[in-house]
């Protein structure tokens, strides 16, 4: 069974900078493409980042492009999203997914492809 933990939330100032990784276990790692979500109160969850699964495609919300950097450590089992110029708009709970992909392109922005999801972690941007 696949399972995923993050960490790395927190409170932070406008401008500001928080990486948040993903922990993943139950094997299979280089199999899945990964993403991140998020999710503010009273909204729908909404993509943020995605990687292949060695790393070669990457994509992104256009909210957070140029800003936020998804990477991947298939050695570790793990995936990060690096969050600069955070703006109070960031604040959300943040949420790891994984999503069985055959090829080693393939990328997801929807929700439907992802059949792993961690618990989250919740990021606040102050002013």
């Known amino acids: 069974q696949v399972q995923l933990v993050e960490s790395g939330g927190g409170s932070v100032q406008s401008g500001g900078s928080l990486k948040l990784s993903c922990a993943v276990s139950g094997g299979g790692f280089s199999l899945y493409t990964m993403g991140w979500f998020r999710q503010a109160p009273g909204k729908e969850r909404e993509f943020v980042a995605t990687?292949?699964?060695?790393?070669?495609?990457?994509d992104y919300a256009d909210s957070v492009k140029g800003r936020f950097t998804i990477s991947r450590n298939n050695a570790e089992n793990s995936v990060d999203l690096q969050m600069d110029s955070l703006k109070p708009e960031d604040t959300a709970t943040y949420y790891c997914?994984?999503?069985?992909?055959?090829?080693?392109?393939?990328?997801?922005?929807?929700?439907?492809?992802?059949?792993?999801w961690g618990q989250g972690t919740e990021v606040t941007v102050s002013s």
């Open positions: 997914a994984a999503g069985r992909a055959g090829s080693i392109q393939t990328i997801f922005t929807a929700t439907l492809p992802y059949h792993h």
């Open positions: 990687v292949s699964r060695y790393g070669d495609n990457v």
